[in-house]
């Protein structure tokens, strides 16, 4: 056997065995990307929350900070968060259900909404603690439209 038979040979044994190494690379970091986003998610709406239960004082500059990080992160486009594969059916570290690849077109008027009650609350947030507090049931029930629909439970 030749050197170029066996460098041949190696290569493509490494290629088998690195393809699938490389898909559950990619679903890993989609899995973590999109977790990341539902942890700032969570972070800012965490925030105004606490403002609007009076759990800490209303500032409208952070109250506008965190609104906005809101509306931001609506607006990405996180379509390659969401392979196949990357559900609670097929790995363990998600609570993505499986049902959410089958009804893309109902996630995606989700997102909408969402994108729509992030606007809202971006310009309700700096506006005083009432603007904010009638923006954040709009806003939870655009976040828990998807959760409950598509969200395993702990």
Same mark, same amino acid.
């Given at each position: 056997m030749t050197i170029m038979t066996r460098f041949a040979g190696l290569a493509l044994a490494g290629l088998m065995i +690195?393809?699938?190494v490389a898909?559950?690379? %990619?679903? +890993?970091? %989609? =899995?973590?990307?999109r977790q990341s986003q539902m942890?700032?998610?969570?972070?800012n &709406?965490?925030?105004?929350? *606490?403002?609007?239960?009076?759990? =800490?004082?209303y500032n409208a500059d952070?109250?506008?900070? +965190? +609104?906005?990080n809101l509306a931001l992160l609506s607006?990405?486009?996180?379509? *390659?968060?969401?392979?196949?594969?990357?559900d609670s059916m097929s790995v363990s570290n998600t609570r993505a259900l499986p049902e959410l690849w089958d009804n893309m077109a109902d996630v995606g008027?989700?997102?909408?909404a969402l994108a729509a009650a992030t606007a809202a609350m971006n310009d309700a947030a700096g506006?005083?603690?009432? *603007? &904010?507090q009638a923006a954040m049931g709009p806003l939870g029930g655009a976040c828990g439209a998807c959760h409950k629909a598509y969200r395993a439970p702990e």
């Open positions: +690195a393809g699938p898909a559950q690379d %990619a679903v +890993a970091d %989609a =899995i973590k990307a942890r700032l998610y969570a972070f &709406l965490g925030q105004l929350g *606490a403002m609007a239960k009076g759990a =800490i004082e952070q109250a506008s900070a +965190a +609104a906005g607006t990405l486009n996180a379509g *390659a968060m969401w392979v196949p594969g990357s008027a989700k997102a909408q506006n005083g603690l009432e *603007a &904010l």
